[in-house]
């Protein structure tokens, strides 16, 4: 089978690794003109419409690793070849207003939201919501960018400018004890399984940590989460992995961050502290095979390398440490690598990720809900 990726970065290169053992090969479609993946055939997409005639010539099926891509082009693709997850999953979630609109239909608590299109509206939306508020351009944002917190609404002018976006999102600033996700797969005939939730610490909107399972989780908030992502995955007819980032709050209660319609930064764990990645089961499940066992291993903490390499020496040096690096040059923000660090208890696993943060140069303090 030779699968189509659109999109080249770290993540088509993680599922171009899990697929070899399955025989699959992979062509990559790169919209961005900065491809990473560094495997398989990679393409360039630049609007010659021959070159993504060659592309589909080559793929029997087409995944994506990266959904800031335009509906057009996969609406196009979907005619000639399946599409996994649909050219909708992409429509909804890149769209923020979209996403917020299937989580109200579904009765998926979000925090309250208003959509703005002037700064004048967006000073208003921080009076009635009160401050302090998050306003979000409705498309294109990612790790945090595209974002501004206002703490009092005669702010608003320079949020407005700052995102220079003109439709923005606006809500309320969730008080939240942790952030967590949940990713779950759907097979092409509707079987869902579902990973154990992490904890995730962003610093700057990037995340620097994810942490599963969770030593403290109720059973009932997992249930909750898995409830919610299936009603996503069935209102979408979805197919493959989806990941829907959440706020956990005093109560215990979750509200619905935003959803990514692929393999996600905060299930890198699962290479190694899972029985089955999330990589390879989004593979099994956009090839209709059976899904692989979600179960943990151990309690496993990922740890992403950003901006500058740590000593590969060293931090392998850690017991049960497991290394992916992305072969990519250093830059100030870029996700260039990750660490997989496994251990039987929990204060094992802490001590564990404070040895390897001290290895990274630019690795901030983790600080998990549970410590
Ligand atoms: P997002 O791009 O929506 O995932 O936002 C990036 C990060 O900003 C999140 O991971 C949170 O740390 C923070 N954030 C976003 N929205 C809110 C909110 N409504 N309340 C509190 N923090 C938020």
């Known amino acids: 089978m030779n699968i189509g990726v659109l999109g080249a ?11 070899y053992p399955l025989a699959n090969r992979f062509t990559f479609l790169d919209t961005t003109g900065h491809p990473s993946a560094g495997i398989g055939d990679v393409m360039l997409y630049t609007d010659q419409h021959h070159l993504l005639d060659d592309f589909l010539a080559k793929v029997d099926l087409v995944t994506y690793e990266f959904e800031h891509l335009p509906v057009a082009l996969v609406q196009a693709i979907e005619e000639q070849k399946p599409v996994y997850p649909s050219s909708e999953a992409i429509r909804v979630c ?10 109200d239909r579904l009765g998926i608590p979000t925090p309250v939201y208003r959509l703005v299109e ?30 501004a917190v206002i703490r009092d609404p005669a702010e ?4 407005w400018r700052s995102i220079g976006h003109p439709r923005l ?37 990037i995340l620097r940590y994810s942490l599963a399972p969770l030593p403290d989780l109720d059973d009932t908030v997992q249930q909750t989460a898995d409830d919610y992502i299936r009603a996503l995955l069935d209102a ?24 990514a319609p692929r393999v996600h930064n905060s299930g890198h764990w699962s290479i190694d502290g899972a029985v089955t990645s999330q990589f390879e089961n989004h593979l099994r499940a956009i090839q209709g095979l059976p899904l692989g066992d979600t179960a943990a291993r151990m309690p496993t903490c990922m740890v992403n390398v950003i901006g500058r390499e740590g000593d590969s020496a060293d931090l392998l040096a850690i017991p049960d440490a497991h290394l992916h690096r992305y072969d990519k040059g250093e830059r100030p923000g870029r996700k260039l690598a990750h660490v997989n660090l496994l251990a039987p208890t929990h204060a094992e696993l802490l001590e564990k990720v404070r040895t390897c943060a001290a290895l990274l140069p630019e690795a901030p303090a983790s600080r998990f809900s549970f410590e």
Request: proline share 2%; with cysteine; aromatic share 6%.
């Open 9 to 19: 970065g770290q993540l088509g290169r993680m599922l171009a690794l899990a697929g």
């Open 94 to 103: 890149q769209n923020r207003a979209e996403e917020k609109a299937l989580f």
């Open 118 to 147: 002037h700064a004048d509206e967006l000073e208003a939306a921080a009076r009635e919501l009160g401050c302090p508020v998050v306003a979000k351009s409705v498309t294109e944002g990612y790790d945090g960018k595209g974002q």
């Open 156 to 159: 608003a002018g320079d949020a």
């Open 169 to 205: 999102i606006v809500e309320a600033f969730v008080d939240f004890v942790r952030e967590v996700s949940i990713i779950a797969v759907r097979g092409r005939d509707g079987q869902v399984v579902f990973y154990p939730m992490a904890e995730n610490v962003h610093v700057d909107g």
């Open 236 to 259: 979408l007819d979805y197919v493959g992995v989806l990941t829907l980032e959440l706020f956990q709050t005093r109560d215990g209660g979750l509200m619905a961050n935003e959803m």
